[in-house]
């Protein structure tokens, strides 16, 4: 769908044409002038609006965008979104978007406390608030911008260790839009947020801190294990004060001594509780032992010879 300006600018040949024609046929006949009076002021009205355009006399403006109004190059009025006359030769606009911007900046080079050289990657997300100081106030607004970022970016990395410009980043961002926004409020911009996407650092420095990465994340699962052991310990110890002499020593006979049995050594050592306890339990479960040894060894005999063999 074309608009009434770029109709303008493409038909503006054809509607003079049907009008000299009109005109004509209008003042060779009577009968026809009376008919065509109304068609006929509608294409002139028509006709003057489309040479406005063309001319310059009329502005098209957006609903998102203003125009500062210089009549004889000072300022007279802010032009809103719709159709604007502007003066030929006496008044100039100079239009403004009033959208929320983004402006990526290249990587600036920068230097922090350790004396690391990194590349920072920023972006800026800024709006205009006030048309008339962007135009006024400073020139070319969009590169000033850039300029401050950069000049904020190096001194906050310079006060900042490695360390604390990669583990703090958000707070960084909040110290760059702080750093420029009493200039940028001077400016009618409203700084949304500077973001800093990327830092890239020397290939010597990443590899060591990614070493070192790896280091607190093997201290971090040892804690974790070493934590989960103290849990269990806790717990069998918890449960051990509802057992009698009895019981722990049945367990400990159950469970630690076949683990003691896997090691290398050929001698075992029994607390001193069973030598100064019941003397006689300790050698009935000796015996005990020794009698399940020997069914063991003639169940071992009497087995298959396919058995055996395994």
Same mark, same amino acid.
């Given at each position: 769908?074309?608009?009434?300006?770029?109709?303008?600018?493409?038909?503006?040949?054809?509607?003079?044409?049907?009008?000299?024609? @009109?005109?004509?046929?209008?003042?060779?006949?009577?009968?026809?002038?009376? @008919?065509?009076?109304?068609?006929?002021?509608?294409?002139?009205?028509?006709?003057?609006?489309?040479?406005?355009?063309?001319?310059?006399?009329? %502005?098209?403006?957006?609903?998102?965008?203003?125009?500062?109004?210089?009549?004889?190059?000072?300022?007279?009025?802010?032009?809103?979104?719709?159709?604007?006359?502007?003066?030929?030769?006496?008044?100039?606009?100079?239009?403004?978007?009033?959208?929320?911007?983004?402006?990526?900046?290249?990587?600036?080079?920068?230097? +922090?406390?350790?004396?690391?050289?990194?590349?920072?990657?920023?972006?800026?997300?800024?709006?205009?608030?006030?048309?008339?100081?962007?135009?006024?106030?400073? =020139?070319?607004? +969009?590169?000033?911008?850039?300029?401050?970022?950069?000049s904020a970016l190096r001194d906050i990395a310079g006060n @900042? +260790?490695?360390?604390?410009?990669?583990?703090?980043?958000?707070?960084?961002?909040?110290?760059?839009?702080?750093?420029?926004?009493?200039?940028?409020? =001077?400016?009618?911009?409203?700084?949304?947020?500077?973001?800093? +996407?990327?830092?890239?650092?020397?290939?010597?420095? /990443?590899?060591?801190?990614?070493?070192?990465?790896?280091?607190?994340? @093997?201290?971090?699962?040892?804690?974790?294990?070493?934590?989960?052991?103290?849990?269990?310990? /806790?717990?069998?110890?918890?449960?051990?004060?509802h057992l009698d002499d009895r019981a722990l020593k049945y367990?400990?006979?159950?469970?630690?001594?076949?683990?003691?049995?896997?090691?290398?050594?050929?001698?075992?050592?029994?607390? %001193? =509780?069973?030598?100064?306890? =019941?003397?006689?339990?300790?050698?009935?479960?000796?015996?005990?032992?020794?009698?399940?040894?020997?069914?063991?060894?003639?169940?071992?005999?009497?087995?298959?010879?396919?058995?055996?063999?395994?």
């Amino acid at each position: 769908m074309t608009t009434i300006k770029q109709f303008t600018i493409e038909r503006i040949e054809a509607v003079f044409v049907m009008l000299l024609m @009109l005109v004509i046929i209008a003042a060779l006949n009577e009968e026809v002038r009376m @008919l065509f009076v109304f068609p006929i002021f509608l294409l002139l009205l028509g006709t003057l609006i489309q040479v406005g355009f063309k001319t310059g006399i009329l %502005v098209q403006l957006d609903d998102y965008e203003r125009a500062i109004v210089l009549r004889r190059g000072r300022f007279h009025r802010i032009s809103k979104s719709g159709w604007n006359i502007k003066l030929p030769w006496l008044e100039e606009m100079k239009i403004v978007d009033l959208r929320q911007k983004t402006m990526n900046l290249p990587p600036q080079q920068a230097y +922090t406390a350790d004396e690391v050289k990194v590349h920072l990657d920023t972006v800026v997300f800024y709006k205009v608030i006030d048309p008339r100081k962007v135009v006024l106030e400073v =020139d070319h607004f +969009t590169e000033s911008l850039e300029e401050y970022v950069r000049s904020a970016l190096r001194d906050i990395a310079g006060n @900042l +260790t490695v360390v604390e410009l990669i583990g703090e980043i958000e707070k960084v961002n909040d110290l760059v839009k702080a750093k420029i926004e009493p200039f940028t409020s =001077d400016w009618g911009i409203n700084i949304v947020g500077v973001q800093i +996407t990327n830092v890239q650092l020397p290939q010597t420095i /990443e590899s060591a801190m990614q070493q070192l990465k790896r280091q607190k994340d @093997l201290w971090a699962a040892a804690r974790w294990q070493a934590k989960a052991r103290q849990m269990e310990i /806790e717990s069998l110890a918890h449960a051990a004060k509802h057992l009698d002499d009895r019981a722990l020593k049945y367990l400990y006979l159950k469970e630690a001594l076949p683990k003691l049995a896997e090691g290398e050594g050929n001698k075992v050592f029994f607390p %001193v =509780d069973f030598k100064s306890g =019941d003397m006689s339990n300790a050698m009935s479960m000796d015996r005990m032992m020794e009698k399940e040894k020997k069914a063991e060894g003639e169940q071992a005999n009497t087995a298959p010879p396919h058995i055996r063999q395994r």
